[in-house]
């Protein structure tokens, strides 16, 4: 079957169709139910209708009201019975944004930059490591070199033990209005051999070489596959990360909604030049050195590499 590329849902009230589509397929408990199911692994309809006791008639009512939502796909499976319609997970996150249309109409629309996870600018690892493509390891594991070759802008996951990956990100976008914040999205956790999902670590964000918080990943996760993980990509291995927000305005730095620090984006000196690095360490003195996994898009449970979105103050 053809891979289907997930997509986040981006929701708001200047599109009440859509946004009435998706809210009243998400309205029952039994299709949240299916949803549950189906993120764990595709299912056929009559499956579906077998796990759930009930009619093939109801379940496809189901499954057509989640279709045409864009929350699933369905596509034909040959079978020795004839063809059945497998459904798997056609998204990975779905947001309503209340003020998006009031933000069209008085303000500056948000400018995002993506960095893809193989594009850093300096590195240092230490083994056990390794890097990867969408398609195939990209070096010998436990190998620092693979790290250095020019294949590694086409990294789709990256691990190390201890050290850091640094990302230069322009500042264009920092320039063209007066910004209200600065949001980075990633998936990420730490790195034990294989995967153990009980392996604490520390890493700490830094930008312009400022440390601004360290926070702690639980686990290096498994024991179910990531949803964009390709199919050669072993069962044995890391599997999928901790989504992280962290967030910079005039008022300090914000972890998942949460203040870590007073660093600001003036304090940390992002609009100065053409450009301002982000880093990502694992610090050998760190209470927990468990080592760090980096997803990219075709990795994990998201599909996105490094994401970094500025939003603008009203005018």
Same mark, same amino acid.
């Given at each position: 079957?053809?891979?289907?590329?997930?997509?986040?849902?981006?929701?708001?009230?200047?599109?009440?169709?859509?946004?009435?589509?998706?809210?009243?397929?998400?309205?029952?408990?039994?299709?949240?139910?299916?949803?549950?199911?189906?993120?764990?692994?595709?299912?056929?309809?009559?499956?579906?209708?077998?796990?759930?006791?009930?009619?093939?008639?109801?379940?496809?009512?189901?499954?057509?009201?989640?279709?045409?939502?864009?929350?699933?796909?369905?596509?034909?499976?040959?079978?020795?019975?004839?063809?059945?319609?497998?459904?798997?997970?056609?998204?990975?996150?779905?947001?309503?944004?209340?003020?998006?249309?009031?933000?069209?109409?008085?303000?500056?629309?948000?400018?995002?930059?993506?960095?893809?996870?193989?594009?850093?600018?300096?590195?240092?690892?230490?083994?056990?490591?390794?890097?990867?493509?969408?398609?195939?390891?990209?070096?010998?594991?436990?190998?620092?070199?693979?790290?250095?070759?020019?294949?590694?802008?086409?990294?789709?996951?990256?691990?190390?033990?201890?050290?850091?990956?640094?990302?230069?990100?322009?500042?264009?976008?920092?320039?063209?209005?007066?910004? #209200?914040? @600065?949001?980075?999205?990633? /998936?990420?956790? =730490?790195?034990?051999? !294989?995967? %153990?999902?009980?392996?604490?670590?520390?890493?700490?964000?830094?930008?312009?070489?400022?440390?601004?918080?360290?926070?702690?990943?639980?686990?290096?996760?498994?024991?179910?596959?990531?949803?964009?993980?390709?199919?050669?990509?072993?069962?044995?291995?890391?599997?999928?990360?901790?989504?992280?927000?962290?967030?910079?305005?005039?008022?300090?730095?914000?972890?998942?909604?949460?203040?870590?620090?007073?660093?600001?984006?003036?304090?940390?000196?992002?609009?100065?030049?053409?450009?301002? #690095?982000? @880093?990502?360490?694992?610090? /050998?003195?760190? =209470?927990?050195?468990? !080592?760090? %996994?980096?997803?990219?898009?075709?990795?994990?449970?998201?599909?996105?590499?490094?994401?970094?979105?500025?939003?603008?103050?009203?005018?």
């Amino acid at each position: 079957m053809e891979e289907v590329k997930k997509k986040d849902i981006l929701l708001n009230l200047a599109d009440l169709d859509d946004t009435a589509r998706v809210c009243r397929a998400l309205s029952s408990e039994t299709r949240l139910e299916i949803l549950k199911c189906l993120i764990d692994r595709a299912m056929t309809i009559s499956e579906l209708a077998e796990k759930f006791y009930l009619p093939m008639s109801s379940m496809c009512l189901h499954i057509k009201t989640l279709r045409e939502a864009n929350l699933i796909s369905v596509v034909p499976k040959p079978g020795i019975r004839g063809s059945q319609k497998l459904c798997g997970m056609k998204t990975t996150s779905v947001t309503l944004d209340l003020f998006a249309h009031v933000n069209k109409r008085t303000g500056k629309p948000p400018a995002y930059i993506y960095m893809p996870i193989g594009h850093y600018s300096n590195c240092e690892v230490c083994p056990p490591c390794g890097i990867a493509s969408a398609t195939s390891y990209l070096h010998y594991e436990d190998s620092p070199y693979g790290f250095y070759f020019s294949d590694h802008i086409d990294a789709a996951i990256i691990w190390f033990t201890k050290g850091f990956l640094e990302y230069q990100f322009p500042n264009f976008s920092l320039q063209q209005g007066k910004v #209200s914040q @600065i949001e980075f999205t990633f /998936e990420i956790c =730490s790195e034990a051999p !294989g995967y %153990n999902n009980n392996w604490p670590s520390n890493i700490t964000l830094e930008i312009n070489h400022n440390p601004v918080v360290t926070f702690l990943t639980k686990g290096d996760y498994g024991g179910r596959k990531g949803s964009c993980n390709p199919d050669w990509w072993s069962d044995s291995n890391s599997q999928f990360g901790e989504f992280k927000r962290f967030t910079i305005t005039d008022q300090g730095s914000f972890l998942d909604g949460e203040k870590v620090s007073e660093e600001t984006i003036e304090s940390l000196k992002m609009k100065e030049g053409y450009h301002f #690095s982000f @880093i990502l360490k694992v610090d /050998e003195n760190s =209470s927990h050195v468990g !080592g760090m %996994n980096l997803f990219g898009k075709h990795f994990g449970d998201h599909p996105q590499d490094i994401i970094m979105k500025v939003d603008y103050e009203a005018e």
